[in-house]
């Protein structure tokens, strides 16, 4: 309406078409809110993430492309204003990390972070190598929501874990160096394994390992619309692990490319800092899309 106005005037009032392009804008920005909204209405959605990067293929190559999603992960969270905390890092043999998990604390983490979870693999001219050659290497990215603790109604038989412990380094004092307070649990009917390093005492980090476990146990059964625990399929989520996601391709051309959504954009750079937003929100409408279709 103002920009009618203007049009019918003799002369354009250009403070009356700076005000209608700021409602216009926030007007866009109100329906994009609006929209997110919409696709984030999973139960766990508004939780904040773990977030846990592993080197796969590719050797001293893959534990830097570990360490260049890191870094990815951390500036898209600094983007968004979330608090991000390394909780656990295991440093690579020459370069880069074997493993590495993040915690950010925020609504909605987890909504915007769940379709990260897959194979993320990289093409490019080898840093490491003398000659050059171009290299695939590959990284796994789970995801699991910080549900709190009271949130957690999963029970499981004891039997069904398999607990071991080791030392642990890096923050939390000598005695993390000294006494095996490092906590590994694997659920033996799925495979699926938590660690947890950063407490001080084994039956801290035990405890936390174990909501860990949980939550994700949790989050599958719901994926999977398992009503109980030991419904879960296995070979499924072992799949769904292993599923590549996204590829980022740095020579001979540049380019990311999401495999599910096809969605493309030759900007690597951008990405690799944290530019995430448009795979993100692509996938959320990818998902929303393929939900009303089983729906329908």
């Not at 412990?165 to 890096?170: E, M, Q």
Request: proline share 3%; hydrophobic share 35%; aromatic share 8%.
């Amino acid at each position: 309406m103002i920009i009618q106005l203007t049009e019918e005037m003799d002369t354009v009032d250009y403070g009356l078409l700076d005000e209608a392009s700021k409602i216009v804008e926030d007007l866009n920005i109100s329906l994009e809110h609006y929209e997110l909204t919409k696709l984030l209405s999973g139960p766990y959605d508004i939780e904040g993430a773990c977030l846990t990067i592993t080197a796969g293929a590719g050797g001293t190559d893959a534990q830097d492309w570990a360490d260049m999603l890191l870094r990815m992960y951390l500036r898209w969270g600094e983007k968004k204003g979330y608090k991000a905390r390394v909780v656990e890092k295991s440093i690579g043999d020459e370069a880069g990390i074997k493993s590495v998990t993040i915690e950010f604390e925020g609504r909605f983490a987890y909504g915007y972070l769940a379709g990260e979870k897959g194979t993320h693999r990289l093409v490019r001219q080898s840093p490491f190598n003398a000659k050059g050659l171009r290299q695939t290497s590959f990284a796994g990215v789970e995801i699991m929501p910080l549900v709190p603790e009271e949130s957690l109604d999963v029970e499981i038989p004891e039997e069904d874990l398999e607990m071991s412990y080791s030392r642990a380094g890096g923050k939390g004092g000598q005695n993390v160096n000294k006494v095996e307070t490092a906590v590994r649990i694997v659920h033996i009917p799925t495979g699926i394994a938590v660690r947890c390093t950063e407490e001080r005492s084994q039956l801290a980090n035990r405890t936390k390992a174990l909501n860990r476990l949980k939550a994700k146990l949790q989050v599958i059964a719901q994926e999977q619309r398992a009503s109980e625990i030991k419904q879960i399929r296995g070979d499924v989520v072992k799949a769904e692990w292993g599923q590549q996601i996204r590829n980022y391709v740095f020579h001979p051309y540049k380019l990311v490319k999401d495999v599910r959504t096809g969605l493309e954009t030759s900007d690597i750079t951008s990405v690799m800092d944290g530019g995430l937003e448009p795979f993100i929100k692509s996938y959320l409408r990818f998902k929303h899309g393929n939900e009303m279709t089983l729906e329908s």
